[in-house]
């Protein structure tokens, strides 16, 4: 049977080509909202981290009606770091629409979802978003996608996919670079036209591959998926199993059961196959298993997620100011909650170490670890973290490394300094072409050669760099890349930071913190140029006597301290050094707290 009242889409791109403002449109003009209606910008980006950094974390799905069509649409993250939620939410879907900056072009993440898209079979819609930029290249761009299909293997049939030409913030899209469109309609005809309607059978016996969970405080862990074969009903007897996973396949009973439309959810009674539904009742039920008929169990496989290429050590607070912010502060709280984590991110691992007070994370990268570490901070988890390091493998005796492919958009002045940090950092020039008055570069470089890069880079561009990169393949150790050059400037005793103190220790080195800010002995409280390590005492206050020399009682001005994010922290920090995490502080520490035991250690001592 085809199912021609619905076709299921995902929107996939780069990080900030316009998806998500895309996604609004296509609501508004699908009639999703009353013409009176105020709604807010990127209202998919429902998540309060999504909307301050102003990027899509998790994927979503929505939906919107034309002509008699619904349209399951899912939006999904940009950043490399979060693909994984990219590449199981492929299985959902007939289609994809492929979104490219009209003036960036394609991109890494570009480059990596579409290879997945590939890889499943899926028709393709070209979308050339933000025809309205006044640097915008239109026909170079389309050329360039062209080329990247080329270079993946995609299909004659995908090679001969419908470009359209979009501006998602003014919700229009037209099939010509030259013609200026008035309305979405096009888009929503490519759809029906171009991605096929499901071919399911609505009479075998049901099959549902749950693709994601959500959670909810009344009704539990939430199953979402696409139905492939039969159809599922309210209060049916369902057998839950895994093709990956040799457990024992377990009985359920269907509770609820809704379908997504446009921003709410509609319950229903039924759902045949082809249709994307939600489904909860399932205690344990978790992405990758089906949902099948009681009657005759078959499992369905699940796509393989890539593995995480960075970890770090998660571990209890154990500083001097321990306890004193956090609603949860140990290892058995910390424990639960990461597990609980993993039921809904597939790309994350978490492993015991001997310690069990510490947790070894590993995820895709930086940024998908900092994220984590936010999300469990604003949920009032009080707990510390290490440097992130590179997950090594061996092959064959021989140890290999996660290697990124990196782009960056430079400004043409800073183009020498560019490529002078990356040769340090073993990366090895694969491509460079000029775009307007910039270049573009792009580089295989090991993936702990970028660990605190990103900041320097913002330094040599003076601000006007892009850079991004995606997991590319393991290659064989490049061999020693040299840390950071600067060294830290450690609070020498207990107590609180005062103007005079701030104000002789910002002579040696740039601040973290200002006057009033409490600090303990082995706090990190600022960065010397020097490489070397510094003992400072911020606590220091000026002497009272009666004593008075000419120029002694001028104010004191203080430069005002730089105060680290928790990425500029992790992109900080040295391996003999952890980040304290509470829900009000982020605080930078020594893993060695006392001054007399680390220069011990230093000289070889016990």
């Known amino acids: ?49 999504e909307r301050e950094r102003g990027i899509t974390i998790l994927a979503k799905n929505t939906s919107v009606h034309y002509k008699d069509t619904k349209i399951n649409i899912v939006d999904t993250p940009g950043h ?9 939410i492929l299985k959902m879907v007939d289609g994809v629409i492929l979104l490219v900056d009209a003036f960036e072009g394609p991109m890494p993440q570009t480059r990596f979802v579409l290879e997945k898209a590939l890889e ?43 470009i359209l030409y979009c501006s ?56 979402i998926g696409r139905v492939e074969r039969g159809t599922i009903h309210l209060g049916q007897e369902v057998t839950v199993c895994n093709y990956n996973k040799h457990s024992d396949p377990y009985k359920a009973k269907i509770a609820s059961m809704y379908t997504i439309d446009s921003l709410g959810h509609t319950p229903v009674e039924d759902i045949s196959a082809g ?49 004193r912010e956090g609603k949860y502060v140990t290892s058995r709280q910390l424990r639960e909650r990461l597990h609980r984590e993993l039921l809904k991110d597939v790309s994350l691992r978490v492993h015991e170490t001997e310690n069990t007070d510490t947790f070894r994370v590993a995820g895709r990268g930086e940024m ?6 936010e999300t469990l901070r604003r949920e009032g988890y009080e707990f510390q973290v290490g440097a992130p390091r590179a997950l090594y493998k061996v092959i064959d005796g021989k140890r290999y490394e996660p290697i990124e492919r990196m782009v960056a958009d430079v400004p043409a002045d800073a183009l020498g300094s560019v490529m002078e940090k990356m040769g340090a950092r073993k990366g090895e020039l694969q491509h460079m072409a000029p775009q307007g008055d910039r270049m573009r570069v792009e580089f295989l470089v090991p993936a702990r050669g970028l660990f605190g ?67 303990y002995e082995g706090m990190i409280v600022g960065v010397s140029p020097k490489n070397e390590d510094m003992a400072v005492n911020v606590c220091k206050k000026k002497q009272l006597t009666n004593m008075r020399a000419s120029g002694s009682d001028d104010a004191l001005r203080l430069v005002p301290p730089r105060i680290m994010s928790i990425e500029e922290a992790m992109e900080f920090i040295g391996e003999d050094e952890l980040i304290e995490i509470t829900p009000k502080s982020v605080r930078m520490r020594k893993a060695i707290l006392s001054n007399t035991e680390r220069m011990k250690k230093a000289k070889g001592g016990k």
Do not use: W
């Open 80 to 88: 490399a770091d979060f693909s994984g939620e990219v590449e199981r």
């Open 275 to 323: 249709d994307i539904v939600c489904v909860s009742g399932i205690e344990n039920v978790t992405i990758g298993d089906t949902l099948c008929a009681t009657e005759n169990p078959k499992p369905l496989p699940f796509v393989k997620i890539s593995e995480p290429t960075v970890e770090m050590y998660f571990s209890v607070n154990d500083s001097p100011f321990a306890g």
């Open 453 to 519: 890069y990103k900041n320097e880079f913002l330094t040599d561009t003076k601000g006007e760099g892009i850079l991004s990169s995606v997991f590319y393949d393991y290659q064989p150790y490049k061999g020693e890349i040299s840390k950071r050059s600067t060294g830290s400037l450690i609070a020498f005793e207990t107590g609180t930071a005062v103007a005079y103190g701030l104000f002789n220790a910002q002579e040696r080195g740039q601040l973290f913190i200002g006057a009033g800010t409490e600090v």
């Open 1 to 49: 049977m085809v199912r021609n009242d619905l076709r299921n889409i995902a929107i996939i791109a780069h990080v900030d080509h316009g998806k998500t403002t895309l996604v609004d449109q296509m609501l508004k003009q699908g009639g999703a909202f009353r013409k009176n209606q105020v709604v807010e910008e990127r209202v998919m980006d429902s998540n309060d981290l």
């Open 120 to 162: 499943f079979g899926h028709k393709i819609i070209i979308v050339i978003n933000k025809i309205d930029r006044p640097d915008a290249r239109l026909s170079d761009v389309g050329d360039e996608v062209l080329e990247l299909l080329l270079t993946l293997d995609a299909s004659d049939e995908q090679l001969d996919s419908p």
């Open 168 to 223: 998602g913030r003014d919700g229009t899209a037209s099939l010509s670079p030259n013609l200026p469109g008035e309305d979405l309609t096009p888009l929503f005809e490519t759809i029906l036209n171009h991605i096929p309607a499901p071919h399911v059978d609505t009479e075998g016996d049901l099959q549902m591959l749950v693709s994601s969970i959500d959670y909810n405080d009344y009704v539990g862990r939430i199953a």
């Open 368 to 373: 998908h670890l900092s994220i984590l570490i």
